[in-house]
């Protein structure tokens, strides 16, 4: 998990050489969005996982209400003989 930081601090050093971002990291806001996209990343993933779940159990219900119906219907039907 260094590399992507290497990488990043590299790409910053190189935008500051050219002019681009203020050479004191400090003063830019870069490392903050940074952090704030990376926190929403985290938060986009534990939404999904929670979505997820909600799914499954939604998914589970439907069918055991659909097991109890269909026992219900043959329940409530006569046998031919």
């Known amino acids: 998990a260094i590399l992507p930081v290497i990488a990043h601090a590299e790409r910053y050093r190189s935008l500051a050489a050219a002019g681009h971002e203020p050479a004191d990291p400090a003063a830019s806001g870069h490392w903050a969005?940074?952090?704030?996209?990376?926190?929403?990343?985290?938060?986009?993933?534990?939404?999904?996982?929670?979505?997820?779940?909600?799914?499954?159990?939604?998914?589970?219900?439907?069918?055991?209400?659909?097991?109890m119906e269909s026992v219900d219907a043959h329940q409530a039907e006569p046998a031919l003989t």
Do not use: G
């Open 33 to 67: 969005e940074m952090r704030r996209l990376q926190q929403r990343v985290q938060d986009l993933e534990s939404e999904l996982v929670r979505i997820q779940a909600e799914k499954d159990a939604l998914k589970a219900a439907a069918s055991h209400d659909r097991i």
